[in-house]
């Protein structure tokens, strides 16, 4: 048996940077109480969705990683001893952005970080306009108590992320996320479509790796934005195990067992038949 229990940090979000990283603490210490191992935050968490416009403003909310937010929650994290995985707008130089997240281990220890791969440009949703593409590749942290892998949001669309993170060893997926409805959408049907179709595609990675995902999301109305937080946990078959609510801040600590991998990979063995010699087609945009 490896049992582990995760921490969810389901929460809406203000102007004020200082009061989000409050909030986010507050909800790190009340999921160690409750008995979390590893505490996830949502997507971008110490400020306000600034992605739904194109705002040179916003380049001041970006930090360096390590930095300041790493340094406050790595003592947090070693208080604690739990692991924290932190969301954050990463500027590397002038003019060179990313959004990416870090990974601080139950000692405090700054394990390293992910850059998000894959980079959305939509109405609401910008972040071509601050964003360059990860270059670190995919990446798993080995933290005492599971080897995690990290994909963010928009990454969460693309079954080759998910597949390559679990093949590089990831017992669990984790994917902070800021995704919501449209408030200029009347069809309610719409609104459902898209939120089904987003747990359902991480889901299918669970299914399809033999892995538990972790998927937190935000919530409130920021701008023409209603986030839809719907945060979930889904084990190797694709089951909640845990599944928030579309409009409360929720923190909810869910134990997984790590050893049912084996099983779920055994009774459904995808990683043995994978036909490695036939995909290089994968490799090319569109196949014409």
């Given at each position: 048996?490896?049992?582990?229990?995760?921490?969810?940090?389901?929460?809406?979000?203000?102007?004020?940077v200082a009061s989000n990283m409050q909030k986010a603490i507050a909800g790190i210490r009340e999921a160690a109480a409750k008995g979390a191992q590893i505490v996830c935050l949502q997507e971008?968490?110490?400020?306000?969705?600034?992605?739904?416009?194109?705002?040179?403003?916003?380049?001041?909310?970006?930090?360096?990683?390590?930095?300041?937010?790493?340094?406050?929650?790595?003592?947090?994290?070693?208080?604690?001893?739990?692991?924290?995985?932190?969301?954050?707008?990463?500027?590397?130089?002038?003019?060179?952005?990313?959004?990416?997240?870090?990974?601080?281990?139950?000692?405090?220890?700054?394990?390293?970080?992910?850059?998000?791969?894959?980079?959305?440009d939509d109405p609401g949703y910008y972040e071509k306009f601050y964003f360059t593409p990860g270059d670190l590749g995919y990446k798993v942290f080995d933290t005492k108590f599971a080897k995690?892998?990290?994909?963010?949001?928009?990454?969460?669309?693309?079954?080759?992320?998910?597949?390559?993170?679990?093949?590089?060893?990831?017992?669990?997926?984790?994917?902070?996320?800021?995704?919501?409805?449209?408030?200029?959408?009347?069809?309610?049907?719409?609104?459902?479509?898209?939120?089904?179709?987003?747990?359902?595609?991480?889901?299918?990675?669970?299914?399809?790796?033999?892995?538990?995902?972790?998927?937190?999301?935000?919530?409130?109305?920021?701008?023409?934005?209603?986030?839809?937080?719907?945060?979930?946990?889904?084990?190797?078959?694709?089951?909640?195990?845990?599944?928030?609510?579309?409009?409360?801040?929720?923190?909810?600590?869910?134990?997984?067992?790590?050893?049912?991998?084996?099983?779920?990979?055994?009774?459904?063995?995808?990683?043995?038949?994978?036909?490695?010699?036939?995909?290089?087609?994968?490799?090319?945009?569109?196949?014409?």
């Amino acid at each position: 048996m490896k049992k582990v229990n995760i921490g969810l940090v389901q929460m809406s979000c203000s102007v004020d940077v200082a009061s989000n990283m409050q909030k986010a603490i507050a909800g790190i210490r009340e999921a160690a109480a409750k008995g979390a191992q590893i505490v996830c935050l949502q997507e971008l968490f110490t400020s306000l969705y600034f992605c739904d416009v194109e705002d040179h403003e916003n380049f001041k909310l970006a930090e360096a990683i390590p930095g300041p937010s790493t340094d406050t929650l790595s003592a947090v994290a070693k208080e604690l001893g739990v692991v924290i995985i932190a969301s954050l707008f990463e500027k590397r130089a002038a003019g060179l952005y990313h959004n990416t997240t870090a990974v601080l281990d139950a000692d405090g220890t700054y394990l390293g970080k992910y850059r998000k791969m894959h980079i959305p440009d939509d109405p609401g949703y910008y972040e071509k306009f601050y964003f360059t593409p990860g270059d670190l590749g995919y990446k798993v942290f080995d933290t005492k108590f599971a080897k995690i892998g990290i994909l963010i949001c928009w990454d969460q669309w693309y079954p080759e992320a998910s597949r390559i993170t679990a093949l590089m060893g990831a017992e669990v997926l984790f994917y902070p996320t800021a995704i919501g409805w449209d408030t200029n959408e009347t069809d309610p049907n719409t609104n459902r479509e898209q939120y089904n179709a987003w747990q359902t595609i991480q889901r299918s990675h669970a299914v399809a790796n033999g892995v538990h995902v972790v998927s937190v999301n935000r919530v409130g109305r920021e701008a023409d934005q209603q986030f839809w937080g719907g945060s979930f946990v889904a084990n190797p078959f694709g089951s909640l195990l845990y599944l928030g609510s579309h409009e409360n801040e929720e923190v909810h600590v869910q134990e997984i067992d790590l050893a049912k991998t084996e099983y779920y990979r055994s009774t459904w063995p995808y990683l043995r038949d994978r036909r490695i010699d036939s995909y290089d087609p994968i490799l090319k945009r569109y196949i014409d």
